[in-house]
């Protein structure tokens, strides 16, 4: 059995930055922005460079103690709760930009840099990097979750945007994998091993991404539809037509009905598409134009497009405020949240299907989708304490997980397992799940690395 109170009284001499074990510090680490219950962490160590990190790792090997990796806490699947206790390692002092190149288009960041960070130091620089989940997450959890956002339609999720990591293994020993080269053929490949791992085979405290130019001109569409498949049909010919279709966000027509609530006008009883293209000014007006078509042929009505910058705010603004318009639909309801990805071709089937269920089971669910990536959520709006309606939800995302695995999709596009989705790795893995317990093994043997995520027992 480790002996906690000796690791944590050794801890401090092993390691140079910041353990903490007050009650307030360790309850900010026991938690997440998923509904799992929070447990807290025996202690929190804010390393302040690599060295010190897997002096940590180190000491913790020795202890046999979990290490839980923390970034900013805003996972929605309970990665980050420490459920064995242990160390709870916070990234945010492994803070800094170290290198931006323009020529390679490329920087390099410590773990703990945001992405909002990251976009403030790339301001004036003709240069973005596209990840943008919904939160200001860190680098190292946005690697670790394999995040992804609105733009992955053209600019792809973290998976597509790595180049480079540098991570603390179980044993303490610090590692690069891949290289500030564009491609390469090189042995493994180990960089993708660590995305979406989940802080489950080591601790990531240096990341390389790749940049993109800042698009010349942005053309934003938004259009009402009367069916999925309509929608479904807009996105899909916009995006054969070789457009440079940059976001495609959908809102079904029960999330509709929050906007209408929220803004106190009547309910039009639409589904709406918001639509993004980057191109350069002289061919906007044109694209903006073949957008319209081609929304208007898939039976979209009250089509807006622009291409000037105050438009496409206004065009997007009821996007922007989703999360508001799912709250008005049952103020005060705790929000489960589903998070599949299918095959775009598979889209209309199974949200039809799951519109079934929903109403089987007598739950109210607004639908989000990054329509173009085939990754929808369905914010579950349950009462709190209602155990019936909490289990109804379980019910619906465990029967939802069963029917994106079989149309050929994923039971998480961009949240990862954590705790929750442990359950149903086998069914969405099968044979292959043995071998990702044979990686587990092989990099963490002791288990120490954020054990009870990812991997069910
Ligand atoms: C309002 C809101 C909107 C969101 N929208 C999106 C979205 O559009 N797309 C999307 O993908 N996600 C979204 N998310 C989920 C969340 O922001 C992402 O999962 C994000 O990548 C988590 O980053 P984090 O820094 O908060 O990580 P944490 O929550 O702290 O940790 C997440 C996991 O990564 C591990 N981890 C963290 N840092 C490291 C590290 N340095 N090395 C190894 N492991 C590490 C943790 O142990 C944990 O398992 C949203 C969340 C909220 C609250």
């Known amino acids: 059995m480790p002996d906690r109170a000796a690791f944590i009284e050794t801890l401090p001499s092993a390691v140079e930055g910041d353990v903490q074990t007050g009650s307030s510090i360790l309850d900010l680490h026991a938690d997440d922005e998923s509904p799992f219950r929070a447990h807290r962490p025996d202690a929190v160590f804010t390393p302040t460079s690599t060295e010190d990190a897997a002096r940590a790792v180190r000491h913790c090997a020795e202890h046999r103690i979990p290490v839980t990796p923390f970034g900013v806490g805003s996972g929605q699947e309970g990665g980050a709760i420490p459920l064995n206790g242990g160390l709870s390692i916070d990234t ?66 973290m998976k597509d945007n790595v180049l480079e990591l540098e991570v603390v293994t179980a044993g303490g020993e610090i590692v690069r994998t891949g290289s500030a080269a564009r491609k390469s053929s090189s042995g493994y490949n180990l960089t993708q091993l660590f995305v979406a791992a989940e802080g489950t085979l080591g601790l ?43 976001r495609a966000e959908f809102m079904d027509r029960v999330l509709m009905r929050g906007v209408s609530l929220m803004q106190k006008v009547p309910d039009e009883g639409c589904h709406l598409l918001c639509l993004e293209i980057h191109s350069d000014e002289t061919t906007a007006p044109d694209r903006a134009e073949l957008a319209k078509e081609l929304c208007r042929e898939a039976g979209g009505v009250a089509i807006r497009a622009s291409w000037r910058t105050e438009e496409i705010s206004e065009i997007w603004s009821v996007r922007h405020r989703a999360a508001e318009a799912e709250r ?15 095959p775009i071709s598979k889209l209309s089937t199974i949200i039809a299907d799951a519109t079934t269920e929903l109403d089987r089971l007598g739950l109210t669910a607004p639908l989000s989708m990054h329509l173009a990536d085939g990754n929808f959520h369905y914010a579950l709006l349950v009462a709190p304490g209602d155990a019936h309606e909490a289990q109804d939800a379980q019910t619906f995302k465990t029967w939802l997980a069963q029917k994106a695995v079989d149309v050929g999709g994923t039971i998480s596009g961009e949240h990862g397992i954590g705790i929750g989705k442990r359950a149903l790795m086998d069914m969405a893995h099968g044979p292959a799940l043995p071998l990702m317990r044979v990686i587990k093994q092989a990099l963490d043997p002791d288990n120490i690395f954020n054990p009870g995520k990812v991997l069910p027992e």
């Open 204 to 246: 990531v405290t240096k990341v390389r991404l790749k940049l993109h130019p800042l698009p010349e001109a942005r053309v934003a569409v938004r259009a009402r539809f009367e069916t999925v498949f309509d929608a479904v049909t807009a996105v899909t010919q916009l995006t054969a037509s070789g457009v440079p279709l940059a």
């Open 92 to 157: 945010s002092s492994l803070n800094r930009v170290l290198e931006v190149s323009t020529e390679d288009m490329t920087c390099l960041v410590e773990a703990g840099v945001t992405r909002l960070q990251l976009e403030a130091e790339l301001r004036g620089k003709g240069l973005f990097f596209p990840v943008d989940p919904g939160a200001d997450a860190s680098i190292g959890g946005m690697i670790s979750t394999g995040a992804s956002g609105t733009l992955t339609p053209l600019y792809g999720s």
């Open 328 to 342: 008005h639909l049952k103020p005060g309801a705790d929000v489960i949240v589903t998070d599949v990805c299918v």
